[in-house]
């Protein structure tokens, strides 16, 4: 049901197509609730760094603790599955100068990057060779007035093209644009700096898009978008700039980290 549930909402990506490691976007998708073992999570736990375990300790809420653990022992793990010489605990990180994090060593023939995102209930991560790829995933829940929040963070072609609809339309559009836009940000590498209201996502005809302002220079046609549905209430969006036609492959890989 849950692959194909992803079908069903792909948007141009290629999904379960076969490719050879690194000639596409590798996709790790996990469930809380069918990943959620004490085992998985010690196993998780013991690969990550002395750093990434004090701030997993610094959540209040354990879920909030067992949550990070889980998404931080994926990355460890995907990102050895594409590079199979180097262990998952051997990984170590550093965060750009606008927040995003990069792998810091060691140091590999080719580059790799990646795209880590978790949500109440769901842990994602998308390897690859592309720098300008970036993942979101939201969990689909009440935040507030949608169409305030809309007025506040979209774009005003976004915000129009939520005027009209029903509650329940509403609501899931709502968080196709979140995701998307969340993408988007995260594979630009520059958060916050770029305003959620200076590029517009479309999704007429069901065919997703992106458009800009004059305030950014960018080119819509690199931009490949596929939106996705773990859940029944999660929301996942890929957001591909390398330019190539069609986007590059995704392929999903099932959740690494056994969960007897």
């Not at 976007?25 to 002395?50: H, K, W």
């Not at 970036?134 to 009440?142: A, F, Q």
Request: net charge negative; glycine share 8%; aromatic share 8%.
């Amino acid at each position: 049901m849950f692959l194909k549930c992803l079908a069903a909402m792909s948007s141009g990506g290629v999904l379960g197509k076969s490719c050879m490691a690194g000639e596409g976007i590798e996709l790790y998708v996990g469930l809380i609730a069918a990943i959620d073992t004490e085992q998985a999570l010690e196993s998780c736990r013991m690969l990550l760094s002395a750093e990434e375990r004090h701030r997993a300790g610094c959540f209040v809420h354990e879920r909030h603790q067992r949550l990070y653990t889980f998404a931080h022992g994926l990355l460890r793990v995907a990102l050895s599955n594409s590079e199979p010489a180097v262990a998952p605990a051997d990984w170590s990180f550093v965060v750009g100068p606008h927040g995003r994090p990069f792998v810091a060593a060691p140091g590999i023939a080719r580059p790799i990057y990646f795209s880590l995102s978790h949500t109440e209930g769901c842990v994602a991560c998308a390897i690859s060779r592309v720098e300008a790829v970036g993942l979101d995933v939201e969990r689909m829940e009440p935040r507030g007035s949608i169409p305030e929040i809309a007025e506040h963070a979209f774009a005003p072609d976004e915000v129009e093209a939520l005027r009209g609809l029903a509650p329940d339309q509403l609501f899931e559009r709502f968080f196709d644009y979140w995701t998307l836009k969340e993408a988007y940000i995260k594979a630009m590498g520059i958060g916050l700096q770029l305003p959620l209201d200076q590029f517009a996502i479309s999704l007429a005809d069901n065919k997703i898009a992106i458009s800009f302002t004059d305030e950014i220079d960018d080119d819509p046609q690199r931009w490949h978008f596929t939106r996705l549905s773990p859940s029944t209430r999660h929301r996942l969006a890929i957001a591909d700039g390398s330019g190539i036609p069609g986007g590059l492959p995704i392929v999903m890989r099932p959740w690494p980290v056994p969960t007897p």
